[in-house]
Each structure stands twice: as C-alpha cells, then as structure tokens.
C-alpha cells in the first residue's frame, strides 16, 4: 500500500469523509444507526443511482463538446410515474433523490457506497458475537 498520497486525493477523500459524517447526522436516531435497518441493498442501491446519474451528466457533454447531435441513451432510467426519481431509487421514508451536478453526485455515492460498507462491518461483527467468537 503507498505511502503517500497526492494532496488532491487526500481533499476528495476528506469530501467524502464529510458527505458521510453528514449522512450520519442526518440518519442518527437516539444513538441507533437507520442504516442497518435497510438491509436489502437500498444504500447500495441509491450510492448506484447517484454514481450513474453522474455518468449520464458526463456523457452528455461529452456529446456536447464534440458537437454530435446523437442524443446518448441514458445509463440511469427513470421512472415512468415519477421521472424525477430513478426507477432503481429505494422506497425509503425521508430519502430523496436529488439531482445534483456530475462531482456532487459522485461524492455522494462514494458517501454511500462508505456507509454500506461500514452497515456490512457492523453486521459482520454481530454475526460473529452470536456465534460465540465475538467475546
């Protein structure tokens, strides 16, 4: 593993470390964390709506800066009722998809995709205390 890391990925993973202290304060509720409730792939789910949301964003201009008038399929689809909701969006109380700019997004699905990641650590060592080697 390096050592050193160049001073602008530090700033983006100290973004990151941010956008998911926010989502922290956002979902804490009396010290229990709302994210080991959504154990189904939702967190994984919104961190890939966000992280193809972008992509759309970036294939269009690069459409546009080339000058093509090939309109580029979207990665992301939408729902046909809601077209501001992406169809794979999770039917979560109180979470919204918003639409935000290619670097934005992004960082939120990094933010999200931390977030399964540490829901899945937490179920790990769960499983392990049940188990009896925990202890």
């Not at 580029?72 to 809601?82: A, S, Y």
């Not at 960082?107 to 188990?131: G, H, T, Y």
């Amino acid at each position: 593993m390096p050592t050193r890391t160049r001073p602008e990925t530090k700033a983006v993973l100290a973004e990151i470390g941010e956008a998911r202290l926010c989502l922290l304060s956002e979902n804490a509720y009396q010290g229990e964390l709302r994210d080991d409730a959504h154990d189904a792939g939702e967190i994984a789910a919104a961190a890939g709506c966000y992280a193809l949301f972008a992509s759309d964003q970036l294939l269009e201009a690069f459409h546009q800066r080339r000058g093509s008038t090939v309109v580029p399929v979207p990665r992301l689809v939408m729902n046909k009722r809601d077209p501001t909701v992406p169809d794979a969006w999770p039917a979560w109380t109180g979470g919204n998809f918003y639409r935000l700019q290619s670097r934005e997004a992004l960082v939120a699905a990094a933010a999200l995709c931390i977030a399964e990641i540490e829901r899945l650590d937490r179920l790990a060592v769960r499983k392990l205390k049940e188990s009896g080697y925990g202890r």
